[in-house]
T-cell receptor, first 114, second 112 residues
Framework: AQSVAQPEDQVNVAEGNPLTVKCTYSVSGNPYLFWYVQYPNRGLQFLLKYITGDNLVKGSYGFEAEFNKSQTSFHLKKPSALVSDSALYFCAVRVTGGGNKLTFGTGTQLKVEL | DTAVSQTPKYLVTQMGNDKSIKCEQNLGHDTMYWYKQDSKKFLKIMFSYNNKELIINETVPNRFSPKSPDKAHLNLHINSLELGDSAVYFC???????????FGSGTRLTVV
């Protein structure tokens, strides 16, 4: 079975400060990891993914994530937050042979304030 | 051109009715999905089709029946709607190479 945990329901950060949204995963096998963002009343938009290779992955809108195999984590980061980054963020994982099934975390609401 | 489109965007209906949600993708992907997002924003997979073949069928009441006439379309039919079916239903598609999904904008179903 595969699972994803996002331990924080909400993260608050001041504009201009760095942000981190946490994600840990549990799989048997090599994980494919993803981050998605959901703005109010919208579908999910892809931010970035880790399949293999460099542990630091860069994605859309200045976001990046670091894959840490020993800690089974894939935290989302951004050096300088913007108010427009305020949204709901989902971490997701899939494994090979799983029918390409993505399992999502419970989501973390990011609030960036002036 | 919308990559994954769902219709309708909003659906309000009475308990006991039967309704359908349609989904179409123009990305050439071979796999399509239905996800349910509840009031707490939890996302749970319901079904997945690969080239018109059902490959994932999670624990979903049999009142829900997916149908894929071709690999670009995946519809969801719901019989005897219940209050607890109220949610946002997302269609998505993926290809084998990318592995991630492209989502539609969702259908907000409200059962009254």
């Amino acid at each position: 079975a595969q699972s994803v945990a996002q331990p924080e329901d909400q993260v608050n950060v001041a504009e201009g400060n760095p942000l981190t949204v946490k994600c840990t995963y549990s799989v048997s096998g090599n994980p494919y990891l993803f981050w998605y963002v959901q703005y109010p009343n919208r579908g999910l938009q892809f931010l970035l993914k880790y399949i293999t290779g460099d542990n630091l992955v860069k994605g859309s809108y200045g976001f990046e994530a670091e894959f840490n195999k020993s800690q089974t984590s894939f935290h989302l980061k951004k050096p300088s937050a913007l108010v427009s980054d305020s949204a709901l963020y989902f971490c997701a994982v899939r494994v090979t042979g799983g029918g390409n099934k993505l399992t999502f975390g419970t989501g973390t609401q990011l609030k960036v304030e002036l | 051109d919308t990559a994954v489109s769902q219709t309708p965007k909003y659906l309000v209906t009475q308990m006991g009715n039967d309704k359908s949600i349609k989904c179409e993708q123009n990305l050439g992907h071979d796999t399509m999905y239905w996800y349910k997002q509840d009031s707490k924003k939890f996302l749970k997979i319901m079904f997945s089709y690969n080239n018109k073949e059902l490959i994932i069928n999670e624990t979903v009441p049999n009142r829900f029946s997916p149908k894929s006439p071709d690999k670009a379309h995946l519809n969801l039919h719901i019989n005897s709607l219940e209050l607890g079916d109220s949610a946002v239903y997302f269609c998505a598609s993926s290809d084998r190479m990318f592995g991630g999904y492209t989502f539609g904008s969702g259908t907000r179903l409200t059962v009254v």
